[in-house]
């Protein structure tokens, strides 16, 4: 079965910095893209932040372009999420996600696999 875990998320000033995790289970992470969604209150699930298979290609919406950096470690069978310069507007549950395939995609339909969330509250 498998399993994605996300953890790091937490209460944070506006300007602060948070890390994100997702670890993995019943699944090998380096065959597929990554993705990290968030869904903020009274609002459709995002993209975020996506990366492919080997690292080598990644995405990010505008809204965070610059500000987060997704990152992979295939050999821990995990994947994170840097987030500085945080925002009131970046509070949200934020969610991994494991492709269907190799590349990254912005597409949430393109992803297999998610995790439970974390909750991220950035104070103004």
């Known amino acids: 079965q498998v399993q994605l875990v996300e953890s790091g998320g937490g209460l944070v000033q506006a300007g602060g910095s948070l890390r994100l995790s997702c670890a993995a289970s019943?699944?090998?992470?380096?065959?597929?893209?990554m993705g990290w969604f968030r869904r903020a209150p009274g609002k459709d699930r995002e993209f975020v932040a996506s990366?492919?298979?080997?690292?080598?290609?990644?995405s990010y919406a505008d809204s965070v372009k610059g500000r987060f950096t997704i990152t992979r470690d295939n050999s821990k069978n995990t994947a994170s999420l840097q987030m500085n310069s945080l925002k009131f507007e970046d509070t949200a549950v934020y969610y991994c996600?494991?492709?269907?395939?190799?590349?990254?995609?912005?597409?949430?339909?393109?992803?297999?696999?998610w995790g439970q969330g974390t909750q991220v509250t950035v104070s103004s």
């Open positions: 996600a494991s492709s269907m395939y190799r590349q990254d995609s912005t597409n949430s339909a393109m992803y297999k696999y």
């Open positions: 019943g699944r090998t992470l380096s065959n597929y893209g």
């Open positions: 990366i492919s298979s080997s690292g080598g290609i990644t």
